[in-house]
Structure formats: structure tokens, C-alpha cells
């Protein structure tokens, strides 16, 4: 065949596969296929891989349609309608699924825990941890009937630690509030304890309590400042809020008013939740 006659087949072959993949697929001659018809493999095989953003998804689909779809012929209206459905809803699971995978990253944690640290942020001063943190093991609190009770045995529910001292004028203005907040709680599960750092222990303070307001709230004592030297504390009022695996889940430096609504709200969640897994020591 000459050189003039196989460019004149080559355009007449081009028109032909033109005319033909414009045309329905069942009117096809059997020898004949449009490239576009391997654009759903293509599509799928792009949802295999792991994207970063909706962005580099849309990018794909758009290089898989260029790729296939105008290889040798031209897309029918028909399949442009079609791909156009896909396209959309492709771009619409991406974004659900990057968002979701963004919110997950930022909280990092399990929704109940989450929500409590929300509700936790709403009382003014009180600092959520990022990590629940274990409490000191080998220390012991003074109580009343002069056994003592270990600090890391503070288990079994939510508790609201207050470490005060009679000589504190802040920690005594704050304790009416927390004798409401205890009123309030009274059977939820959640309690309000108290920790005395007077010389005179426990039976110093407890009589000093009754006449401050703080006729619902129990206190023990830590008269040799050993708990407030493991915890940290340097101030007073200093205020923990124990989980009921032992741990330190926020703490609160200062006083407050404990039976504000913020509070009680928290307290509320607090009843009903159940703190997750891991933590670290208090060093």
C-alpha cells in the first residue's frame, strides 16, 4: 500500500472509531470497543490506595476520565451524565470519610472522654490532663477513727479531692460550695472528700468544718504535708478530681464555687461515665 493510501486509511479508520464509540454499545460492531468503557476499573482502582485530602482524590478521578475517557474517542452525553454522578458522589465519600478521619486524629480519645473534657473546660480554672496520671503509691491520709487510708486507694468512684487547711481563708470561703455540691450529688456515686493539712490533723478539723458550712463533707488529714508533696501541690485551695480507677483526671488550683452550674453539669456526666484505659505516674 502506498503512503498516500495509508494516510487516507488512517483518517478514514479515525472517523470511523470516531463515529462508532459516539454511538450506542449495543450498535457496536463486535470488533470494535471504546477505550472509555475501562474508565469504572480505573475509577475503582483509585479508592484502593490511601488519600490525605478530598483534593488528591478529585485529582485522581479527573486523570483516570481524561486518561480513558478521550483516548481515540469522543464521551457520549449520555456517559458524561453518568460519570458526572460518580464523580460527585466519589467527592462527597471522600470528604465525609476526611473529615472524619481529621476529627478522630484531633480528639484522640474515645467520645465519653471527650465530652467530659468539654463539660470540664466550662468550669473556670479546672485543667483536664491530657493523660490520667496514677496517684503516688506509699502515702497515707489521716481518718477519723485513726487508720489510714492509702491515697492510691481512692477507688471505686468519681471523687472531688480538696485539699484545705482552717488557716486558709480562701479554702474556708469555698467550702459552703462544696457542701451543696456533696447535698447535690448525694447518690449519684460521686463524693466529695476532703483533705486537711493543720498540724493537728483530723481532729482539728473536723470540728472547724462543721461551723464553716461543711455539714455533709468528710475529711481526712495529711498533717506531715507528705500527700502535697507527692501531688505537687504548692498552693492552697488545690482540688483533684480522682476517676474511680485512682487517677487524677484534672485539677483545679484556687478556689471556686463548686455548686455553679458548669459544675453540676460535669458532676452529672461524671455519673454516668466510665473512664478509659491507660495512664501515668505522678512523678
Given at each position: 500500500?502506498?503512503s ?41 482502582s ?15 478521578l ?130 466529695v472528700l ?11 478539723a ?33 482540688t ?44
Amino acid at each position: 500500500m502506498s503512503s498516500s493510501a495509508k494516510r487516507r486509511s488512517a483518517s478514514i479508520e479515525a472517523l470511523i472509531r470516531s463515529i462508532t464509540c459516539e454511538g450506542f454499545a449495543e450498535k457496536r460492531p463486535p470488533h470494535r470497543s471504546c477505550p472509555a468503557e475501562g474508565l469504572a476499573p480505573s475509577v475503582a482502582s483509585s479508592f484502593a490506595g490511601t488519600f490525605s485530602s478530598p483534593a488528591f482524590l478529585l485529582a485522581s478521578l479527573t486523570a483516570q476520565f481524561s486518561t480513558h475517557a478521550f483516548r481515540g474517542c469522543i464521551m457520549s452525553q449520555r456517559m458524561a451524565f453518568l460519570f458526572g454522578i460518580v464523580l460527585a458522589l466519589a467527592a462527597g465519600f471522600a470528604i465525609f470519610l476526611y473529615q472524619a478521619g481529621k476529627d478522630s486524629q484531633s480528639t484522640g480519645s474515645a467520645p465519653g472522654t471527650t465530652n467530659l473534657r468539654t463539660l470540664a473546660e466550662r468550669v473556670p480554672g479546672l485543667v483536664w490532663h491530657d493523660a490520667p496520671r496514677l496517684l503516688p503509691s506509699g502515702v497515707t491520709l489521716e481518718t477519723a477513727d485513726g487508720n489510714g487510708r492509702p491515697l492510691a486507694a481512692l477507688t471505686g468512684r468519681w471523687r472531688l479531692v480538696n485539699f484545705w487547711a482552717t488557716w486558709c481563708a480562701p479554702c474556708v470561703e469555698e467550702i459552703p460550695t462544696l457542701d451543696r455540691l456533696q447535698t447535690t450529688a448525694r447518690g449519684s456515686g460521686f463524693e466529695v472528700l476532703l483533705v486537711s493539712l493543720d498540724m493537728g490533723g483530723v481532729k482539728e478539723a473536723a470540728p472547724a468544718l462543721a461551723k464553716m458550712g461543711g455539714d455533709h463533707l468528710v475529711t481526712l488529714a495529711d498533717p506531715g504535708m507528705e500527700a502535697m508533696g507527692a501531688l505537687g501541690i504548692s498552693s492552697l485551695p488545690t482540688t483533684l478530681l480522682i476517676d474511680p480507677e485512682g487517677r487524677e483526671r484534672a485539677r483545679m488550683v484556687g478556689p471556686t464555687e463548686w455548686d455553679s452550674p458548669a459544675v453540676i453539669a460535669l458532676v452529672r456526666a461524671l455519673a454516668g461515665s466510665r473512664p478509659e484505659s491507660g495512664a501515668k505516674a505522678v512523678s
